[in-house]
Nanobody
Framework: QVQLVESGGGLVQPGGSLRLSCAAS????????IAWFRQAPGKEREGVSC????????YYADSVKGRFTISRDNAKNTVYLQMNTLKPEDTAVYYC????????????????????WGQGTQVTVSS
């Protein structure tokens, strides 16, 4: 049974940092693409970052490039999203998602491509 569990969200002041974790179980982690999405109230879901676990290839949305870093620990079946220089507009529920087969890289930030989703973790950036 595939399971994704996010953790690490919380309340942080503008300019602060958080690290989100996505712990995966129930599948062969090394062959998957893992992505982070976020959704703020009243807004569409946004693909924030992706990583191909086998080779470490990454993608970042323009809105987070230079501030967020995605990484993986294959031994722990865990993907991380280090978020620095956080802004109020980063406030959202953050979800990790897994794609279980070959994924055309240009589509890695499209939510419909993903088979499995975590429950989400709230990130609030406010003073």
């Amino acid at each position: 049974q595939v399971q994704l569990v996010e953790s690490g969200g919380g309340l942080v002041q503008p300019g602060g940092s958080l690290r989100l974790s996505c712990a995966a179980s129930g599948f062969t982690f090394n062959y998957y693409t893992i992505a982070w999405f976020r959704q703020a109230p009243g807004k569409e879901r946004e693909g924030v970052s992706c990583i191909r676990v086998s080779n470490g290839r990454t993608y970042y949305a323009d809105s987070v490039k230079g501030r967020f870093t995605i990484s993986r620990d294959n031994a722990k079946n865990t993907v991380y999203l280090q978020m620095n220089t956080l802004k109020p507009e980063d406030t959202a529920v953050y979800y990790c998602a897994a794609h279980t087969d070959y994924l055309q890289w240009s589509r890695c930030a499209i939510g419909e491509e993903y088979d499995y989703w975590g429950q989400g973790t709230q990130v609030t950036v406010s003073s």
